[in-house]
């Protein structure tokens, strides 16, 4: 079982470390998270080789606290453009355990097994929770695009080790064979996990790249967008929203934030509240108004309220409704 042990150990080493190269030098500041994730993943494993912890050992303690706010600014640089700044906020706990168990480990300090315990069962919850939290943004943002959807399966594996490092942990204090025998599952699924991002860049090595990969794949994507607005009318949808819109076209929200944004140079409410003002204005042109107001048809045409529909309108006509009425009868 020690023989089988260090194969797993070796094997999720190098591999991470083969893969964590080869993602950095593709240069793109995304990418390096993910080389980053993989780097410390191979130098955990070979930690616990007793030949390499002496060297390597300050240099790995405490690294797996940043695992998970990692894997979650990585799901942040997939969802916007302006996303590398709040990647601080969430390795500042990363940085001050870091801190604290280098300076333990540099001092000589030594510590209860009770404190050790609890930093163990602590980094994993504190990862398990980051785990969770990415699960639920990919499920509320219906993880559309295909980077988003291989992530969700990322973020599976990740659980998956956490938990089987959690009850490792705990069953170590009761029954060491049960204990070490999860532990070895754990780095197991940490293998999988190399293994699955390895096969995913040498299948599609731009999936996890620029997420506008979609749109260069399918340029008709502007055509598409346009026909399911004049065509089926989603527009009139009060509750129509990006991750709707997105969903339909096949993508994710942010490769439609870059088609609105870049190719149509148009804001995503801006242009569904055009369609409803063309809507209300056609609307307008007939005889409906001698039974309805102006503000019963904004509501008609997708508005949520009257006050979003008025600023609408006044917008797009430089007109209020009640103004450009006036107009129109004379």
């Known amino acids: 079982m020690q023989t089988v042990g260090y194969v797993i150990f070796i094997v999720v080493g190098l591999q991470g470390i083969l893969l964590a190269t080869f993602l950095y030098t593709k240069g793109s500041f995304r990418y390096r998270i993910l080389a980053l994730i993989c780097f410390i993943i191979a130098i955990d494993s070979i930690s616990h080789l007793e030949w390499m912890n002496s060297i390597i050992h300050l240099l790995n303690h405490g690294n797996l606290f940043a695992l998970g706010p990692l894997l979650f600014a990585f799901y942040r640089s997939l969802k916007r453009d302006s996303w590398k700044g709040s990647i601080g906020y969430h390795l500042v706990p990363f940085v001050f355990l870091k801190m604290l168990l280098v300076g333990i480990e540099i001092t000589g300090f030594i510590v209860s097994q009770g404190w050790a315990l609890f930093m163990s ?20 943002d219906s993880a559309s695009g295909k980077a988003e959807k291989r992530l969700l399966y990322i973020a599976y594996i990740f659980l998956a080790g956490w938990l089987a490092a959690l009850g490792a942990r705990f069953f170590d204090l009761y029954n060491n064979q049960l204990g070490n025998f999860l532990w070895k599952g754990a780095y197991g699924i940490a293998g999988v996990l190399v293994y699955y991002l390895t096969l995913s860049f040498l299948q599609s090595p731009r999936v996890f790249g620029n997420s506008t990969y979609a749109y260069r794949a399918n340029k008709d994507l502007e055509k598409s967008l346009i026909s399911l607005l004049e065509n089926e009318k989603l527009y009139l949808d009060p509750q129509l929203k990006r991750e709707d819109l997105a969903s339909r076209l096949g993508i994710s929200t942010h490769e439609l934030s870059f088609i609105l944004n870049k190719k149509l140079g148009v804001k995503f409410n801006d242009l569904v509240n055009s369609y409803r003002i063309k809507e209300c204005l056609l609307k307008m042109s007939t005889s409906e108004l001698e039974t309805k107001t102006i503000s019963s048809l904004g509501l008609e045409c997708g508005f949520g309220s009257k006050a979003t529909f008025q600023r609408a309108f006044k917008k797009h006509t430089n007109f209020s409704p009640s103004e450009y009425l006036k107009k129109s009868l004379k």
């Open 121 to 140: 069962f602590f980094m994993a919850a504190y990862n398990i929770f980051y785990n969770v939290l990415l699960i639920y943004f990919l499920y509320r």
